[in-house]
């Protein structure tokens, strides 16, 4: 069983950037695929990144402005998010799940943190 615990959330403004963390209780995260979803307001939740074995993936509509990473100092992986969008309003989620499945679908995890919230303004 591994428990995620996200941080970092906020309100930041158009442009900005934020980055939220995720912690992985009892297992190293390089133990799993790790990955970051959101929900935005009425909309389905959507992959925006993910790692594991060293590789990295992302969303197209992050790809060049989100950076997700990990220290294994600290078990933690983090998402790096610059130039946010208004769209991009949403509860962002930590997943983990055991390494080899499709990494964009939400059904392959089977580990969720609670959400942080992220909130873009004009």
């Known amino acids: 069983q591994v428990q995620l615990a996200e941080s970092g959330g906020g309100l930041v403004q158009t442009g900005g950037s934020l980055t939220l963390s995720c912690a992985p209780s009892?297992?190293?995260?390089?133990?799993?695929?790790m990955a970051w979803f959101r929900q935005g307001p009425g909309k389905e939740r959507e992959f925006v990144a993910a790692?594991?074995?060293?590789?990295?993936y992302y969303a197209d509509s992050v790809k060049g402005r989100f950076t997700i990473s990990g220290d294994n100092a600290k078990n933690t992986v983090h998402l790096q998010m610059n130039s946010l969008k208004l769209e991009e309003t949403a509860v962002y989620y930590c997943?983990?799940?055991?390494?080899?499945?499709?990494?964009?679908?939400?059904?392959?995890?089977?580990?969720w943190g609670q959400g942080t919230q992220v909130t873009v303004s004009s």
């Open positions: 997943a983990a799940a055991p390494r080899g499945g499709k990494y964009a679908l939400p059904t392959t995890y089977p580990y």
């Open positions: 009892g297992r190293a995260f390089s133990m799993y695929l």
């Open positions: 790692m594991s074995d060293g590789a990295k």
